[in-house]
Nanobody
Framework: QVQLVESGGGLVQAGGSLRLSCIAS???????????MGWFRQAPGKQRELVAD???????YYVDSVKGRFTISRDIAKKMVYLQMTNVKPDDTAVYYC????????WGQGTQVTVSS
């Protein structure tokens, strides 16, 4: 029932910034408010990996490779999750997805982020 739609990707130069957005269409505000959400990415030839997540309490986690550069946040009322990417690197190139940390919904189409050098 819940549809995840990611947006905001694009082509950026190394060192630049990008803000990704995800809306959990169909989710109730209350349920969304108690759901831990995460951003995942999958680069060509690589496994999909968790990049960052945010718990219902607001606690955040970041994979070491993006610490200090990416920031995950959420807007409960809008049922949205964001990933602010700064100082991006070519290794950040991937398709980015959002989803629940536990009991994941169906994956959305993701949004492509391409970082040029």
């Amino acid at each position: 029932q819940v549809q995840l739609v990611e947006s905001g990707g694009g082509l950026v130069q190394a060192g630049g910034s990008l803000r990704l957005s995800c809306i959990a269409s169909g989710a109730s505000e209350i349920i969304f408010s108690v759901t831990a959400m995460g951003w995942f990415r999958q680069a060509p030839g690589k496994q999909r990996e968790l990049v960052a997540d945010i718990s219902s309490s607001g606690s955040t986690y970041y994979v070491d490779s993006v610490k200090g550069r990416f920031t995950i946040s959420r807007d409960i009322a809008k049922k949205m999750v964001y990933l602010q990417m700064t100082n991006v690197k070519p290794d950040d190139t991937a398709v980015y997805y959002c989803n629940k940390i536990s009991n994941r919904d169906s994956w959305g189409q993701g949004t492509q982020v391409t970082v040029s050098s």
